[in-house]
């Protein structure tokens, strides 16, 4: 994706940011979880599953999945991957298509439940393999990401939205949860993995290709 300019430089950025990222991601959750774009001669790529050492599993929760409940609904999912339960696991009567009764909530990427007469009844909104990432705000870059994934079948389409914003400071889970349409669901966490690694470029000369090889350490 190209903002604020189509030069031929700025795509040869991008392939070649591309390519590296395939590369250092193969075989990897964190390879579903890479979003670059240009902006006027600056390069932003997010990598939400890439480790440091405060988070060394990114943007993913470390209990295994994220929780937030609003207006009677609850909301469980998890970013990058899919979801592990050790303590908290959602019970319901249906949950046929996201690990079934045993292992309700570890076949899908989200989830969520509702009581409807007195029983949870269970409908998944997402998984790993429909996600796509894109920016929040297209005239603010800096500002985060926004993760989407869906689950769409004959009889519904639903959706997930997760705002994560870039906090360069901590960690704030999901507070809030709003229904959009009929199976939609957008909510927002505030996460350092949010926050993009910026590269300038000067000009039009091979300055592009230095900075992307010593900010990710590649040497042809």
Same mark, same amino acid.
């Given at each position: 994706?190209?903002?604020?300019?189509?030069?031929?430089?700025?795509?040869?950025?991008?392939? @070649? #940011?591309?390519?590296?990222?395939?590369?250092?991601?193969?075989?990897? #959750? %964190?390879?579903?979880?890479?979003?670059?774009? #240009?902006?006027?001669?600056?390069?932003?790529?997010?990598?939400?599953?890439?480790?440091?050492?405060?988070?060394?599993?990114?943007?993913?929760?470390?209990?295994?999945?994220?929780?937030?409940?609003?207006?009677?609904?609850?909301?469980?999912?998890?970013?990058?991957?899919? +979801? /592990?339960?050790?303590?908290?696991? *959602?019970?319901?009567?249906?949950?046929?298509? !996201?690990?079934? *009764?045993?292992? !309700?909530?570890?076949?899908?990427? &989200?989830?969520?439940?509702?009581?409807?007469?007195?029983?949870? #009844?269970?409908?998944?909104?997402?998984?790993?393999?429909? +996600?796509?990432?894109?920016?929040?705000?297209?005239?603010?870059?800096?500002?985060?990401? @926004? @993760?989407?994934?869906?689950?769409?079948?004959?009889?519904?389409?639903?959706?997930?939205?997760?705002? @994560?914003?870039?906090?360069?400071?901590?960690?704030?889970?999901?507070?809030?949860?709003?229904?959009?349409?009929?199976?939609?669901? &957008?909510?927002?966490?505030?996460?350092? %993995?949010?926050? &993009?690694? /910026?590269? %300038? &470029?000067?000009?039009?000369?091979?300055?592009?290709?230095?900075? /992307?090889?010593?900010?990710?350490?590649?040497?042809?």
């Amino acid at each position: 994706m190209t903002i604020g300019g189509n030069s031929l430089t700025a795509r040869l950025l991008v392939l @070649v #940011v591309v390519t590296i990222l395939h590369r250092v991601s193969l075989n990897s #959750v %964190s390879a579903s979880c890479e979003f670059s774009i #240009v902006d006027h001669n600056k390069l932003y790529n997010y990598s939400l599953a890439s480790p440091s050492s405060k988070f060394p599993h990114g943007v993913l929760s470390e209990d295994g999945f994220y929780k937030v409940a609003g207006n009677g609904t609850v909301l469980w999912f998890q970013l990058c991957d899919g +979801m /592990i339960f050790n303590h908290d696991r *959602p019970t319901c009567l249906d949950c046929t298509d !996201c690990g079934g *009764p045993s292992r !309700c909530g570890m076949g899908c990427s &989200a989830l969520v439940t509702n009581s409807i007469g007195g029983y949870h #009844v269970c409908r998944t909104v997402g998984f790993a393999t429909s +996600m796509s990432i894109n920016l929040i705000d297209t005239r603010r870059p800096h500002m985060g990401v @926004v @993760v989407v994934m869906s689950n769409r079948s004959p009889m519904y389409n639903c959706s997930v939205s997760v705002s @994560v914003l870039c906090d360069l400071v901590g960690v704030q889970g999901p507070q809030t949860l709003e229904k959009v349409g009929i199976c939609g669901y &957008a909510t927002q966490l505030s996460h350092p %993995s949010g926050c &993009a690694r /910026i590269v %300038s &470029a000067h000009g039009n000369g091979w300055g592009w290709f230095g900075g /992307i090889m010593t900010l990710y350490g590649f040497h042809f």
